[in-house]
């Protein structure tokens, strides 16, 4: 895995794990991270995925919650936008 790629998969973990401190060892090769909230609580694994299964697994053990699996926002249509129709008025009310 080229140093772009663990970047990204950096980025991306980090995104998904909100509660954990990711990081890619360059000497060990492998992804890392630390559980903000239980300080000394650590794992590691080869790929992101492996690390992101290992999270939601200590999570669930230790914090009794579950990394909900990531979905992307669906997209919301938009319409044309149309001028808003001017308020008639009342020549009565003067």
């Known amino acids: 895995m080229d140093e772009v790629m663990v970047g990204q998969a950096v980025k991306l973990l980090t995104g ?8 890619y060892g360059r000497h060990t090769g492998r992804f890392w991270a630390l ?3 239980r300080p ?9 995925a492996e690390l992101e299964a290992q999270a939601a697994e200590v999570e669930r053990w230790l914090l009794g919650t579950v990394i909900e699996e990531y979905a992307p926002p669906t997209p919301i249509e938009v319409g044309p936008l149309r001028p808003r129709p001017r308020p008639r008025r009342n020549p009565e009310a003067r």
């Open 16 to 23: 998904r794990l909100a509660s954990w401190t990711v990081w």
């Open 40 to 48: 000394g609580v650590h794992i590691e694994a080869r790929t992101p």
């Open 35 to 37: 559980l903000n909230q």
